[in-house]
C-alpha cells in the first residue's frame, strides 16, 4: 500500500511567487495534516482536516497560507506571495480516526525562497 | 497545556551499544498515545514505537523497547545492540487527538 505522496520533493522560487504544495493522504484515512519543520521552530502544526473539513489551522502563520482540501485523496498548501522566511520542510500526514491516534508521514517538500 | 520535553539535544553511542533517550510530557489528561519518530538525513519521518498510555506494558519493536512510567510522566526510548542505520534525530510526541513534539535529540553512532 502506497504511503503518504507528496510533491514536489524541492521547490526553489523567488519571492513574491505563489507556491503550492500537494499531498495524497493513504487511502482511507480521513485525518490530513500539514506541518512545517525549520531549525529554528522545530516542527509545527499548520492546520488539519477531517474527513476534508479544516479543523483547526490557528497554526496558519499569516493569510498568505491557505491549504484546501477538495476530495479525500487530495489536498494542496498555498503560499501567495511566499517570502525567504517562508523556506523549510514542509510535511504532510495521515491517519485514521479511532486507532491509534498514530500519524503516517509523507516524505515531505523542501521549499527554498530566493 | 500538554508539553513534551527531550532534555538530551545530543546523544552518542559506540555501535553495539545501547543508548536511551530521554522524553518527559507533561499533561491532565489520563488517556492518551506516546510515539518516538526517526528523522534520518532523508528528512523522512519515521514511526519507531507506540506507546497506549492505559497499557502498563512497555511497548517493544525489535531492538527498542521504552521505560514507559505514567506516574512520572516519562517516556524514554533504549536502542539495543545500536548499527550505524540508528544515527538519526529522535522525536518524542504526546497525543490525544493531534501530536505535541519535542524539540528531538540528535543519535550519533560511533563505528
Known amino acids: 500500500d502506497a504511503g503518504v505522496i507528496q510533491s514536489p520533493r524541492h521547490e526553489v522560487t523567488e519571492m513574491g511567487q505563489e507556491v503550492t504544495l500537494r499531498c495524497k493522504p493513504i487511502?482511507?484515512?480521513?485525518?490530513l495534516f500539514w506541518y512545517r519543520q525549520t531549525m529554528m521552530r522545530g516542527l509545527e502544526l499548520l492546520i488539519y482536516f477531517n474527513n476534508n473539513v479544516p479543523i483547526d489551522d490557528s497554526g496558519m502563520p499569516e493569510d498568505r497560507f491557505s491549504a484546501k482540501m477538495p476530495n479525500a485523496s487530495f489536498s494542496t498548501l498555498k503560499i501567495q506571495p511566499s517570502e525567504p522566511r517562508d523556506s523549510a520542510v514542509y510535511f504532510c500526514?495521515?491517519?485514521?480516526?479511532?486507532?491509534?491516534?498514530?500519524?503516517?508521514f509523507g516524505p515531505g517538500t523542501r521549499l527554498t525562497v530566493l | 497545556a500538554q508539553t513534551v520535553t527531550q532534555s538530551q539535544p545530543e546523544m552518542s553511542v559506540q555501535e553495539a551499544e545501547t543508548v536511551t533517550l530521554s522524553c518527559t510530557y507533561d499533561t491532565s489528561e489520563s488517556d492518551y498515545y506516546l510515539f518516538w519518530y526517526k528523522q534520518p538525513p532523508s528528512r523522512q519521518m519515521i514511526l519507531v514505537i507506540r506507546q497506549e498510555a492505559y497499557k502498563q506494558q512497555n511497548a517493544t519493536e525489535n531492538r527498542f523497547s521504552v521505560n514507559f512510567q505514567k506516574a512520572a510522566k516519562s517516556f524514554s526510548l533504549k536502542i539495543s545492540d545500536s548499527q550505524l542505520g540508528d544515527a538519526a534525530m529522535y522525536f518524542c510526541?504526546?497525543?490525544?487527538?493531534?501530536?505535541?513534539w519535542g524539540a528531538g535529540t540528535k543519535l550519533i553512532i560511533k563505528p
Open positions: 510526541a504526546y497525543s490525544n487527538y493531534q501530536l505535541i
Open positions: 500526514a495521515s491517519r485514521i480516526a479511532g486507532v491509534t491516534d498514530t500519524q503516517y
Open positions: 487511502s482511507g484515512h480521513d485525518y
